[in-house]
């Protein structure tokens, strides 16, 4: 069974850094393309970044050059680096993993005040 968690999650001041983490369980991680996504209140999901199984890395326009992500195989571990926080990158930020289906952790809140 495949089960995301993440973690990292909180209240930063503008142009502060966080760094989430997503720890996945069961054999599949290595073989599959992850990414991190966010949910801001009344707006839609949105996909932040995305990383393949070789490593190739795909960004939204609005978080280019501020956030990074990255996966360790070795730990089944996932990691989305936010530096240069603004307010508007306040969201519920989930990571989620392609396999058979689309699998999804439960989320964590990130605040980023003015």
């Known amino acids: 069974q495949v089960q995301l968690v993440e973690s990292g999650g909180g209240l930063v001041q503008a142009g502060g850094s966080l760094k989430l983490s997503c720890a996945v369980s069961?054999?599949?991680?290595?073989?599959?393309?992850v990414a991190w996504h966010r949910q801001a209140p009344g707006k839609q999901r949105e996909l932040v970044a995305l990383?393949?199984?070789?490593?190739?890395?795909k960004y939204a326009d609005s978080v280019k050059g501020r956030f990074s992500i990255s996966r360790d195989n070795a730990k089944n571990t996932m990691y989305l680096q936010m530096n240069s926080l603004k307010p508007e990158d306040t969201a519920v930020y989930y990571c989620?993993?392609?396999?058979?289906?689309?699998?999804w952790g439960q989320g964590t809140q990130v605040t980023v005040s003015s």
């Open positions: 989620n993993l392609y396999g058979l289906r689309t699998y």
């Open positions: 069961g054999n599949i991680f290595k073989t599959s393309a």
């Open positions: 990383i393949t199984t070789d490593s190739t890395t």
